[in-house]
């Protein structure tokens, strides 16, 4: 047993991806925040469970080697970057047990080769797209980031993972507000006017949106504003209204005004080219997607004449990838911007080997197999809660040649590669890659080949 406001001695043996050192004291699984595998910490139990207990060290009595000074003033409150406390070799190493850890406990799957963790050679400033809520500080508006699973504001501190415009954006809007008098959004009463400031770049053309999320359908004083912007940061390309006026906590409304430039910005992805407007998902760190894309095209070890299902598809930036060296590709996606966006994309990168359906690929492809539309190579990319069992019911039984799985959740991927190796694919390969260095967070791309019967 373990008891609350307890402190104990544990050594730790493991990291989660949330970044909670793994100890047990008395028989029983203890999560350490702020601990690292290889210490040995005094800690305090602050909260005791069924089957584990969570605690916090209170020393350190044994220091882990890959233990480093965190970069950031707000390490810990932040809610953005849980591993900031490790060096960066040892967080690959940890990814790379992620994904090995789940596929052995869920996917049951203890001899699948998993390589090293490709890492960014600078895992800095590599987020193009980043969301600040604004709101009223001790004695001016302020403009942060919200505290770990919390609504607290957390001010000031330049953030080293965002593209350094974000954080000069934010500075000169936060001055501005204050001289200005500008309301801001307060969620207590619903009122004040601006309640969110979005900044995205395109690292391939330098190209910027800002977009400032406002609770009234005006902004005093825009045209002041946008020159305030425009004449520090000369690649803004377009800024945006958005409104919202709902109380809630998701951030943007339906509505656009341009106040200045374009409404979207252009970015690259290897060869092609991508719009992105406001609203659009894009990858946000657009290094890591080009290695990830790349090992899933070399995954897919195409030769020109297959039919390959893009499952998952997007804006359709992996479908283009494969379309390169495909017959034909089948794009599924199920919001109907994306879907837009996707086929908006085709025509203008001029690909004309595609072709893209709405709806849930776990409905869509059933459907299409019906009709006789079967896959040779089969891509999926799913949300974190991974794929639907009647999606991988069709897929195994299309017998494709090939499968490449993209996954960001290992523990998902793990439950549906068991799956799918029960019913015929084996699993020959997985590759992860670390797309948000200093969080938990980790992709993979995983090959599967059809087993020989
Ligand atoms: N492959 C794309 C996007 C991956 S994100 C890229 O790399 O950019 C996952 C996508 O799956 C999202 O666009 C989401 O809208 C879509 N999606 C979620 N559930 C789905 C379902 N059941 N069927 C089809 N698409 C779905």
């Known amino acids: 047993m373990v008891f609350k406001d307890k402190c104990y001695t544990t050594g730790i043996t493991g990291i989660t991806s949330e970044g909670l050192g793994v100890g047990s004291v008395n028989g029983f699984v203890v999560f350490v925040e702020g601990a690292l595998p290889g210490e040995e910490v005094l800690i305090q139990i602050n909260q005791v469970k069924k089957s584990y207990a969570k605690g916090k060290v209170v020393e350190i009595l044994k220091s882990s080697t890959d233990r480093i000074k965190p970069f950031c003033g707000v390490y810990g409150r932040c809610g953005g970057c849980d591993l900031q406390h490790l060096d960066y070799d040892a967080q690959l190493r940890a990814k790379t047990g992620f994904v090995k850890d789940n596929l052995i406990r869920i996917g049951k799957l203890p001899d699948v080769t998993v390589n090293n963790t490709i890492g960014m050679e600078n895992p800095f400033n590599y987020r193009n797209n980043v969301q600040l809520p604004v709101r009223k500080g001790a004695n001016k508006s302020s403009i942060g980031f919200f505290a770990a699973k919390s609504y607290e504001i957390i001010e000031g501190t330049e953030c080293r993972i965002q593209h350094k415009i974000g954080n000069g954006i934010r500075n000169v809007l936060s001055d501005f507000l204050v001289k200005n008098g500008i309301s801001v959004y307060d969620e207590q009463t619903g009122k004040g006017n601006v309640r969110h400031l979005i900044v995205r770049s395109a690292f391939s053309t330098g190209e910027t949106m800002v977009v400032l999320v406002i609770n009234e359908r005006k902004l005093a004083e825009k045209e002041k504003l946008v020159n305030a912007l425009t004449s520090e940061f000369p690649e803004i390309k377009g800024i945006m209204l958005n409104i919202n006026s709902k109380r809630t906590n998701i951030v943007l409304g ?200």
């Open 254 to 453: 339906n509505e656009y005004i341009n106040i200045y430039g374009e409404s979207t910005i252009t970015d690259y992805i290897g060869d092609f080219k991508f719009q992105i407007s406001p609203a659009s998902f894009f990858q946000v760190n657009p290094v890591q997607t080009e290695v990830l894309y790349k090992k899933a095209l070399e995954y897919a070890s195409l030769s020109g004449n297959e039919i390959v299902f893009d499952l998952y598809c997007g804006i359709g930036t992996i479908s283009l990838f494969l379309a390169q060296k495909a017959k034909m590709v089948y794009g599924v996606e199920v919001v109907p911007d994306a879907l837009k966006a996707a086929k908006r994309n085709a025509r203008i990168n001029k690909v004309s080997n595609v072709e893209f359906r709405l709806g849930k690929a776990e409905e869509v492809i059933p459907a299409m197999y019906c009709q006789g539309i079967k896959a040779d190579v089969v891509v999926v990319d799913p949300p974190r809660k991974g794929c639907d069992e009647r999606l991988l019911q069709t897929i195994v039984e299309m017998e494709p040649r090939r499968m490449v799985y993209v996954s960001c959740n290992p523990s998902t991927l793990a439950r549906d590669l068991k799956y799918l190796s029960e019913y015929g694919m084996k699993v020959e390969e997985v590759q992860p890659v670390d797309m948000f260095p200093w969080s938990g967070h980790v992709e993979a791309v995983i090959l599967l080949q059809r087993a020989e019967r």
